[in-house]
């Protein structure tokens, strides 16, 4: 039934949108990537353009006839940010008021993986990919509206108490294990890339353009060593253009530990060149961890800023030392919304 599910998703889809299970969407997205290509230089002129794609099960966002435009079946409205690869919008289905987000991607733009990969992903700490529908020479992807990032939780705050950072450091973990789980890397870990619920206290990974799937070993499949995410938190293997997998997203969540902890990111305060040759060759960031940190939250950036990613530690590993460092802080007692603390520049 799924290569029949797979063949009905193709021949159903061609040309229209449909409701259908993220399983089939893998290998769809694939072929239709290979084909958009194909086709975009034949893109009609007409107005109607082409308009495909798969909504996964979610009654609150309905096609119309099998299609599902921009401006028709949804409205953007405010912009968001830049996402990997496109703008990110809130929206609304015109026909069910619900409220989602949308990234707008040029179809050039279009990685098939973000969907693959996020279509298989199913976790209370990631943020649901509800589909994709392209509309000629763009490809919007659907998923839940968050009320803001962690990003902006520090820009707001300056650095955040200890106690909060490392419980959100503990959930991201906890999306990191599930990942390695479902064998996908993500490779753009970072406070922008970490969404929040409404009271600030639930976070939910999101934005996969960058994630690759992973082999029976751990490493990459995609076997490309382009440099991927965002400079200030690639690790080691990455600017090195080395074999990659699921320990370069440890590293980066560290990096995230450290921007939450000190209000600014890693490397920046030092320098101000090209960061890659520094990661590569200098010592870990160790000494951006803040004095007045506990010595447990210390073993955890130590244990994951290891440049070696055999010797770094793996995502479970890491939440266990986290747990312990939030118990030996007291838990977590600090409120999500507090005083502004000042950054910490350099001593
Ligand atoms: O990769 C995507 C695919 C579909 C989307 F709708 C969004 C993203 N990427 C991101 N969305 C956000 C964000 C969303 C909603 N509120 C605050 C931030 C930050 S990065």
New binding site residues.
């Given amino acids: 039934s799924s290569l029949g599910g797979y063949s009905l998703a193709l021949a159903g889809l061609r040309g229209s949108v449909s409701q259908g299970d993220p399983c089939y969407a893998r290998p769809f997205f694939k072929d239709v990537e290979r084909d958009m290509r194909e086709e975009e230089d034949e893109l009609s002129e007409a107005d109607s353009v082409s308009n495909e794609g798969i909504i996964f099960y979610n009654d609150k966002i309905q096609p119309v006839d099998s299609e599902y435009k921009e401006g028709r079946e949804f409205v953007l409205s405010d912009f968001?940010?830049?996402?990997?690869?496109?703008e990110?919008?809130?929206?609304q289905d015109v026909n069910t008021g619900f409220r989602?987000?949308?990234?707008k991607i040029a179809l050039k733009r279009f990685s098939s993986e973000?969907v693959g990969a996020?279509s298989a992903l199913r976790s209370p700490r990631v943020?649901e990919?509800f589909g994709v529908v392209r509309e000629g020479p763009n490809v919007f992807?659907?998923?839940e509206?968050?009320?803001?990032?962690l990003g902006?939780l520090i820009a707001e705050r300056g650095r955040l108490p200890e106690d909060l950072s490392l419980h959100y450091h503990s959930q991201v973990l906890t999306a990191l294990e599930y990942l390695v789980k479902k064998k996908v890397v993500h490779l753009d870990i970072k406070a922008?890339?970490v969404?929040l619920s409404e009271d600030g206290r639930d976070t939910f990974l999101?934005?996969?353009?960058h994630a690759e799937r992973l082999d029976n070993q751990g490493q990459s499949l995609s076997g490309s060593n382009d440099l991927k995410g965002s400079e200030t938190h690639m690790a080691p293997e990455i600017v090195k253009g080395e074999p990659r997998g699921a320990k370069a997203d440890v590293w980066s969540s560290c990096c995230a530990l450290l921007h939450m902890l000190n209000g600014c990111q890693p490397w920046t305060r030092y320098y101000t060149c090209r960061l890659y040759l520094k990661i590569a060759n200098e010592p870990p960031p160790l000494r951006e961890i803040p004095p007045d940190c506990s010595p447990l939250t210390a073993e955890v950036l130590k244990a994951g800023l290891q440049k070696d990613p055999v010797k770094r530690a793996s995502a479970s590993d890491l939440k266990e030392k986290t747990d312990r460092a939030l118990k030996e802080v007291g838990g977590l007692t600090s409120p999500v919304k507090g005083p502004y603390t000042d950054p910490l520049y350099i001593a």
Avoid: P, R, T
């Fill in positions: 968001i940010k830049e996402g990997s690869y496109g990110v919008h809130s929206a989602f987000a949308v990234k973000e996020w943020v990919l992807l659907f998923m509206h968050k009320s803001g990032s902006q922008d890339n969404l999101c934005d996969f353009g």
